[in-house]
């Protein structure tokens, strides 16, 4: 099964910046829509944003202002600009793809994000 790359993570002091990457390997089906959600420790995962194709975002209330989620389309990389970063939004971070069909739909391997006070 086609999995996603996803790059980016690591350590980071609060108040700086991460961008996080992720790409199909390569060829993939039609896209829907493109994510990122993250899990903490003992929590479930949550959605932290989306895209779908044509451009309209969606954010979760505790990132909006902070995170900006954009897409190349040419390339289908998907990245999360994360700006402001408070300790509580240490996480692993996971990108999904959907597609259109029922069974079009990939994680990527999860990249550890930690923001240190």
């Known amino acids: 099964q086609v999995q996603l790359v996803e790059s980016g993570g690591g350590l980071v002091q609060a108040g700086g910046s991460l961008r996080l990457s992720c790409a199909p390997p390569g060829r993939i089906f039609a896209i829907y829509v493109m994510g990122w959600y993250r899990q903490k420790p003992g929590q479930q995962r949550e959605l932290v944003a989306s895209i779908i194709t044509g451009g309209r975002t969606n954010y979760a209330d505790s990132v909006k202002g902070r995170f900006t989620i954009s897409r190349e389309n040419g390339k289908n990389t998907v990245y999360l600009q994360m700006n402001s970063l408070k300790p509580e939004d240490t996480a692993v971070y996971y990108c999904?793809?959907?597609?259109?069909?029922?069974?079009?739909?990939?994680w990527g391997q999860g990249t550890q994000v930690t923001v240190s006070s």
């Open positions: 999904n793809v959907v597609g259109f069909g029922t069974r079009d739909n990939v």
